[in-house]
């Protein structure tokens, strides 16, 4: 979550993770983002999950499954713009 809140990139500033929702829509229309490597991976959302404070939820890539894992375990992340998030 930190690393999308500090990016600075292309001249913008206003990343965040995505939520389970954005991350779930990404999926559907993942061939818009990803390449084929990236397809396979794990990738972090900014939703908690609601009976673990510890625990956030992630969607594989290849198969849209979600799963929830500490939020201190390593993971990939996507960072998407605040004010364009697939419009």
């Known amino acids: 979550k930190k690393h999308c809140i500090n990016l600075s ?10 939520s389970y929702d954005d991350l779930l829509e990404m999926f559907e229309k993942k061939e ?9 991976s794990t990738y972090w959302s900014s939703t908690s999950d609601e009976n673990y404070a510890h625990y ?3 969607v ?12 201190s375990s390593r993971s990939h ?7 364009d998030v697939l419009e």
């Open 60 to 71: 594989d890539f290849s198969n849209g499954k979600f799963s929830n894992a500490l939020k």
């Open 77 to 83: 992340v996507r960072c998407v713009r605040m004010s």
């Open 56 to 58: 956030a939820w992630g």
């Open 9 to 18: 990139l292309a001249g913008h500033s206003d990343w965040k993770l995505p």
């Open 32 to 40: 818009w983002f990803f390449d084929t490597y990236q397809q396979s």
